[in-house]
């Protein structure tokens, strides 16, 4: 059966955190920007903002301490190959994709497409990106972050995916078999004003309605933020950072992976005063 509503949101992110360290949002659309700064939501799962790095506002704390001038480093995006396709445990991507029934053209001739079986007992997260970047805080501003007070306590969000089209899933806990893909195709104009419009959208099948999200930008921008990573100060005092760090370390070296603010969650979303019955598996099984 599926997870509440009111508990579907943060069960989503905790298996998005738990099973690749990335944050998973509920809404895309509506995700924070890298460099957002708050806390984790207990209830909802999601990051409560309470500012961002390049406000001016924020820009005064780094004054006062004779720091950077943030806004002369702006967020980049790398090039890190990023998998398209995120799944927790308990998922197995089908090989052969085999075209259901009354389906639209495009369906079995669509590059961006699969079938998915989702193991009776579990609650699992599938996100599916279109052509993913991965969007980063520059280094000399992980650095300078790391000196400010204010975020002592704080999560910061210190890198993004972006896509300009998704698909993002939250199983129940009966056995489940879905299609996703991503039909239609994708134009650039010729010209001095050359620019790429969309005619892409998605075809879903076996889904259940209401755990399902999708959305297309149709003008190709990487508008939307599928998941996130999270990262909070590494609680040590610098003279003990010498007997951890490097000589000569990253600037990502003083941030380490920020917990969720709640118990182990079961396949129902609620949460656990232990740790689940069951051992975690290391591997799933094969699909039907």
Known sequence: MPVSPELAPRRYADLCNVNFSRWGVWDPAQAPKVGSYGLINAQTGSLDVEGNVY????????DEGHG???????????????????????VRKKEEFKVPSDTPEGVDSASTKGQWWFQKGHSCSLVFMHEPREQVLPGPVLEELYKIPLLKHKHLITKAVHCSAYARYLSGTNSEHITLSLIGSEKTTSGASS?????????????EPGYLKTDVNQNGELCFAPVFTLRQ???????????VLPADPKPESYWCMTFPPWYPLDDDGVELDEGPEEPVPTTTPAAP
């Open 55 to 62: 406000d001016p506002e924020f820009q005064k704390l780094v």
């Open 68 to 90: 950077i001038k943030i806004a002369d480093y702006p967020l980049e995006y790398t090039n890190t190959e990023i998998k398209p396709i995120l799944n927790s445990m308990w």
């Open 195 to 207: 620019e790429t419009r969309s005619e892409l959208k998605w075809w879903t099948q076996g889904c």
């Open 233 to 243: 100060k590494l609680p040590l005092i610098r003279a003990l950072l010498r007997d």
